[in-house]
């Protein structure tokens, strides 16, 4: 049901900020797929290129997460904060692997082969689950760093590297036109 209502909510912003000519749901990008099934949410189509976007997000993982940020710590003897602090960290670290996990899933969708760009945007539901993906620091505030392929990088970082693009409600709009822009003005090159 919640990834239901992610999907909606995109779907919902694409019909309000975009021509229906713009955009398709459900879609998939690999032209030598067998099957229909496995699509993007939405692929936003810009003539030649498409750009891929999903809403996969990894909810149960931040959920853990921000409840322990949230908890209570009044009465708590210095031992148990440290604890509480332990658990902090190796939950947020648990939520960064997620996040790379579901880019994974993502990333699949990436096909310039197919007329994809050579990215594609993650649609993250919730400002401050977005805010989680990009920010330098975590709760603790140490860096949202994570070790991946043998380097250390930040989140956001890992992701970039990846073809993925994390936006929100709040930036996913400016983020199409930007991408649209940068696609027109490609195309006038090209035509030059």
């Not at 694409?14 to 030598?32: H, I, Y």
Request: charge should be negative; hydrophobic fraction near 40%.
């Amino acid at each position: 049901l919640r990834g239901d209502v992610a999907e909606k909510l995109l779907e919902d912003m694409c019909k309000d900020f975009l021509p229906d000519s713009a955009w398709e749901r459900q879609r998939v990008t690999d032209d030598g797929a067998a099957s229909q099934q496995g699509g993007v949410d939405v692929l936003l189509k810009t003539g030649k290129l498409s750009v891929p976007v999903d809403s996969k997000f990894p909810r149960e993982a931040w959920k853990r997460y921000v409840n322990l940020t949230e908890a209570s710590l009044n009465g708590k003897n210095e031992s148990e904060l440290k604890h509480h602090r332990t658990a902090i960290k190796r939950e947020f670290e648990g939520f960064q692997k997620a996040v790379l996990t579901k880019a994974d899933e993502i990333q699949k969708h990436i096909k310039p082969s197919s007329g994809t760009t050579d990215f594609a945007l993650m649609f993250i539901p919730t400002e401050a689950m977005y805010y989680s993906v990009i920010s330098d620091k975590n709760a603790l505030n140490e860096e949202n760093k994570i070790t991946r392929k043998a380097k250390e990088q930040y989140l956001l970082d890992a992701m970039l590297a990846e073809g993925v693009i994390p936006v929100s409600p709040s930036t996913f709009y400016p983020f199409v036109q930007v991408i649209m822009i940068g696609i027109k003005n490609m195309q006038v090159v090209e035509n030059l």
